[in-house]
């Protein structure tokens, strides 16, 4: 009975792009149309014969439509075993009749939740009766082809078509277990809709869900299987972005991107910005007159590692950019947009992946970072804390200057997407020295002094970029050395959150020291 061909197909779409083409080949196969209010209307129009789910049900919509298909009729057609007889008598003795195959999208939630509308018009987009009849045909998987959008229905198509009107076992199944994936995810969406408007930061069950993108050819490593999905947030960046050219992207890829463009992203679109990313940290952030002068300073920071790295911009790739980005190896660049003259030089270079979106992501936009541990997730919101300078409270006796202040705040910026522990040093609007991810302060103080150290002796300088710099710490200094390290690769103001039981030990060192500091009150780990 799994094997018997399609006699009879339930169909009730909001998406109707491709619909009729697609009603008219089931209805080539002799397969009996069954519809319901807007869906059966655009089906008639085009002169398809259809029954209305009211013929099955007797009852007609009613409730402004909410009310249609939830009724033995349609329900007990989805779901009566085929093979098993007290459920064929049962569908005798009441007179249902069986749906083989069922061709529901559901009511666009998640759009109309990204378009902004009003709390009563998303609630109005919430689907009742398709996810029912979904969850309903997939349960019956066996004897019941279930398709959630207008692909699933062509690859049933190409089957009936040349197998006599039949679906097989196999796709059924894999159709049955996308339908409890698209339904989990559509209930997850309401889900977090609905937390997002009661301000519950920890409800008491949570759900999260995606559309894949992409199946990857593998993860971090070969050894990893990966894919990539979407969520439907409307954010500029990676998941959003046009790719214009180039490879598919990788899953280290796309998590580096993501980084860069988060960063470019927390600089704003004041100046022009470049950010160049490896691993998921920066090696060179810089501001400029120009995006040419911005890269080229980003780049100085520390060359070596940029190769083969990520290139986010904050303004629209030109030529001359372009010429310079493509003097040494690089896997992605990222921007709101890009010339002619650019979208030709980087034609040339078939690997490299350009992705274009339209502006900047928001970094003081709410959202939900979701990690996972061994038996459960971690779930906050997305730092989206930021500083301004009314906010700096200064600590020191020496204040200080004007320019040390612009320093600090984009050396702050910088170091809150830098891998914790962090130190950033930073002079005349540029990274000056990096030091990510390390399990001591100190140490990240002395990485940062050194990559200053091999940027002046690869560009000839005569002393690093660290002399005269700001520091930036992403949390609080524990004990005065790693000020102090600070201070002897040339800082003259610092940046930190405070907070520190020693912080009067700290600020005793920075007086010592002659430096200038100011306190955030905010800290910005990164793990």
């Not at 490879?247 to 600089?267: C, M, P, R, V, W």
């Not at 980003?298 to 001359?320: H, M, R, W």
């Not at 906010?391 to 910088?414: G, H, Q």
């Amino acid at each position: 009975m799994t094997d018997a061909p399609v006699r009879r197909a339930l169909i009730s779409v909001s998406d109707k792009s491709g619909l009729i083409e697609r009603a008219q080949r089931l209805a080539a196969l002799g397969v009996e149309l069954v519809s319901t209010g807007g869906t059966s209307r655009t089906l008639k129009e085009a002169g398809l014969e259809v029954a209305d789910v009211a013929d099955l049900t007797g009852y007609p919509e009613m409730m402004d439509g909410r009310v249609k298909t939830l009724h033995p009729a349609v329900h007990g057609g989805l779901l009566y075993l085929r093979d098993d007889a007290s459920h064929v008598a049962d569908a005798e003795a009441h007179g249902i009749q069986p749906i083989d195959l069922v061709y529901i999208n559901l009511y666009p939630f998640e759009a109309t939740v990204a378009s902004g509308a009003d709390f009563d018009t998303c609630i109005e987009n919430i689907d009742i009766g398709g996810p029912a009849m979904l969850r309903a045909a997939a349960k019956n998987g066996a004897f019941v082809a279930v398709c959630t959008d207008g692909g699933d229905l062509d690859a049933a198509l190409e089957e009936m078509e040349a197998n006599a009107g039949m679906v097989s076992l196999a796709l059924k199944r894999k159709l049955a277990m996308k339908t409890y994936s698209r339904t989990a995810a559509y209930d997850a969406a309401i889900s977090g809709w609905y937390a997002r408007q009661l301000e519950d930061t920890a409800p008491d069950w949570f759900a999260a869900g995606g559309k894949l993108a992409e199946a990857l050819r593998y993860g971090e490593n070969p050894h990893q299987a990966a894919a990539f999905y979407t969520t439907g947030e409307a954010r500029p960046g990676v998941a959003t972005a046009q790719q214009v050219q180039g490879k598919a992207l990788s899953y280290n890829n796309i998590n580096d991107t993501d980084a860069a463009y988060e960063l470019i992203g927390e600089l704003g679109g004041e100046k022009p910005a470049v950010a160049i990313i490896k691993h998921a940290n920066p090696c060179g952030v810089a501001l400029g007159t120009n995006l040419l002068e911005a890269y080229r300073a980003a780049l100085a920071c520390d060359s070596t590692s940029a190769f083969g790295g990520i290139v986010a911009l904050n303004g629209a790739l030109t030529g001359p950019l372009a010429e310079e980005i493509t003097k040494i190896f690089t896997e992605v660049v990222i921007a709101p947009g890009a010339d002619e003259a650019a979208l030709e030089i980087f034609a040339k270079k078939k690997n490299l992946r350009l992705l274009l979106t339209e502006g900047l992501p928001d970094p003081a936009a709410p959202g939900t970072f979701v990690k996972t541990v061994a038996g459960g997730l971690l779930v906050q919101s997305r730092d989206n804390g930021r500083i301004m300078r009314s906010d700096l409270k200064i600590v020191t006796e020496k204040a200080p200057t004007e320019v040390e202040l612009n320093d600090m705040l984009f050396a702050w910026r910088v170091a809150k997407h830098v891998k914790s522990n962090t130190i950033v040093y930073a002079k005349n609007g540029a990274t000056a020295g990096i030091g990510a991810g390390q399990m001591s302060r100190i140490d990240s103080a002395r990485i940062a002094a050194r990559k200053a150290e091999d940027a002046a002796e690869v560009a000839g300088w005569a002393e690093p970029m660290t002399k005269g710099c700001v520091a930036a710490s992403d949390a609080f200094f524990p004990f005065p050395d790693g000020l102090l390290q600070a201070a002897a690769a040339g800082a003259t103001a610092v940046i930190q959150p405070g907070g520190s039981i020693r912080d009067d030990e700290v600020i005793a060192a920075a007086n010592e020291a002659g430096l200038a500091m100011v306190f955030t009150g905010m800290r910005h780990f990164r793990h």
